[in-house]
């Protein structure tokens, strides 16, 4: 016997090929980027209430709601979470169907839930949560990444812009490049920052831990066992790295 009731519900809102810039603002539950199925482009909003019992919650889901607004290219979808007793949970997770050749700027904002982009994104990334990790595929553009308490991690980007990933407890961990004239800021209060990044990276580096050490071994740069370091491989771009609580290593490939 299950211990909670729930309902579900779901809503589609389909990205025309006028969209070319998506923003998503949630409220507890995950956002998902992920490639066309082979259906049209849309975002799914799958839409959950639990509770002890069942009664009620047919209500508190009828105004569980995504409220969409569209304007000169660039579509906004916001939750809308109703008031609800004690012991009762609702939730909206948000699935991205699209291309990144059609979405050029993506912003996925949400207080309660991990955040992932399955797809090799090209343009801007703008992500935030306040409780759970960051994942990222592919990508090349400029990112701000955040979240309060998760991980950061990703495959493989090249960095463009002014960019930023923070946490303040998890790790951040991840292979990139940077184009010549970015700003890049990697910051954990309470994690190990790892990045693999190529032999003949340009930069000024400066890392900083306060309780840990720092390894940096790329190309000729060969630093450890510090808990700050600084090299200039050449005025730009400029990458920071800092963390309270944890270990900093900078890898070449």
């Known amino acids: 016997m299950a211990l909670f009731s729930k309902i579900r519900s779901r809503e589609e809102f389909i990205l025309g090929p006028e969209v070319k810039s998506l923003q998503i603002d949630g409220s507890n539950g995950a956002i998902t980027w992920v490639p066309v199925d082979g259906g049209a482009a849309r975002v799914v909003a799958e839409k959950e209430v639990r509770g002890l019992s069942v009664e009620g919650l047919e209500h508190i889901l009828a105004d569980l709601r995504v409220e969409s607004t569209s304007l000169e290219g660039t579509m906004i979808l916001r939750a809308i ?22 979405i ?49 991690r990703f ?10 990933l923070r946490t303040s407890n998890g790790a951040i961990v991840g292979q990139t490049e940077f184009a010549e004239d970015g700003t890049y800021r990697f910051q954990t ?27 940096f071994r790329v190309g000729d740069d060969q630093v450890g066992g510090r808990k700050r370091v600084a090299l200039e491989r050449s ?10 609580n944890g270990s900093i290593s900078v890898l070449g490939y």
């Open 189 to 215: 209060s309470n994690g190990a920052i790892e990045l693999r990044i190529p032999h003949d990276s340009p930069g000024s580096f400066e890392a900083r831990t306060s309780n840990g050490s720092i390894e």
């Open 235 to 244: 005025a730009h771009p400029q990458v920071t790295m800092a963390t309270s």
């Open 81 to 102: 979470m109703p008031s609800k007793s004690f012991g009762i949970n609702a939730s909206i997770a948000f699935t991205v169907y699209a291309s990144p050749d059609q």
């Open 104 to 152: 050029g700027d993506f912003q996925g904002h949400t207080s309660n839930g991990a955040i992932s982009v399955g797809v090799p994104f090209s343009g801007k990334l703008n992500l935030r949560t306040s409780n759970g990790r960051i994942e990222l595929q592919a990508g090349s553009g400029e990112l701000n990444a955040a979240t309060s308490n998760g991980s950061i």
């Open 155 to 164: 495959s493989k980007i090249f960095l463009q812009g002014t960019s930023s």
